[in-house]
């Protein structure tokens, strides 16, 4: 069954520490997305990306990095320059470079600084 | 950047009751999706709309595209517990963005 999977699930950091949160899709989309959720919150953008080997700044980029070499693969790297990583990370994929048809979701990673 | 407005941000009904929420921006939308997303786990779509006016239902599910461009609305029909969950409208504009601007969810709990 083609997907998005997200992992891992949960993640535990150490302050000042770099973590790599991992996304793969085999659904032969696009673009890839992703998100970040705070308790009782909506999705704040991160980062995007239409194609291979470009991506796009969101609207809360600062203190992440990513990197998109293979269509499948949209890795993201929450470094110890971001200020209160906490939080769920959700990524998503799209048919199209718009996603004019809607995203496939990931089921998130967990992340917690402790 | 553009801003979508959803409301309610909570819900608290009684299992069998309707359910209405909308979504309302300042700027014009070509497209608008509305998502579900249960406890610990990813949205997942439930209706998109394309077209000013357009009305779609999804099983319990109706969503409309308002004819202004502007706003959208979501219903639910007797409501069961596995409504429960944070439902996201999103819209497109009329623009290459790129990405989808999302709405802030309402939370919707459902009383056995």
């Known amino acids: 069954d083609g997907g998005i999977t997200q992992s891992p699930k949960y993640l535990f950091r150490k302050e000042g520490q770099n973590v790599t949160l991992s996304c793969e899709q085999n659904l032969n989309h696009d673009a890839m997305y992703w998100y970040r959720q705070d308790p009782g919150q909506g999705l704040r953008l991160i980062y995007y990306?239409?194609?291979?080997?470009?991506?796009q700044k969101g609207d809360i980029a600062e203190g992440y990095s990513v990197s998109r070499e293979k269509k499948e693969s949209f890795p993201l790297t929450v470094t110890s320059a971001q200020k209160n990583p906490t939080a769920f990370y959700l990524c998503?994929?799209?048919?199209?470079?718009?996603?004019?048809?809607?995203?496939?979701f990931g089921s998130g990673t967990r992340l917690t600084v402790v | 950047g553009q801003q979508l407005n959803q409301s309610p941000q909570s819900m608290f009904i009684q299992e069998g009751e309707d359910v209405s929420m909308n979504c309302t921006s300042s700027s014009i939308f070509n497209t608008w999706l509305w998502y579900k997303q249960d406890p610990g786990e990813g949205p997942v779509l439930l209706i998109a709309?394309?077209?000013?006016?357009e009305l779609t239902s999804n099983g319990r599910l109706t969503a409309q595209f308002g004819i202004t461009r502007k706003d959208s609305f979501l219903n639910i029909s007797a409501s069961i517990p596995s409504d429960v969950g944070i439902y996201f409208c999103?819209?497109?504009?009329?623009?290459?963005?790129?990405?989808?601007?999302f709405g802030d969810g309402t939370t919707l709990t459902v009383k056995p």
């Open positions: 990306s239409q194609i291979v080997n470009d991506f």
């Open positions: 998503a994929s799209s048919t199209d470079r718009e996603g004019t048809y809607g995203y496939t």
């Open positions: 999103a819209g497109l504009p009329n623009t290459n963005a790129g990405k989808s601007t």
């Open positions: 709309l394309y077209k000013a006016g």
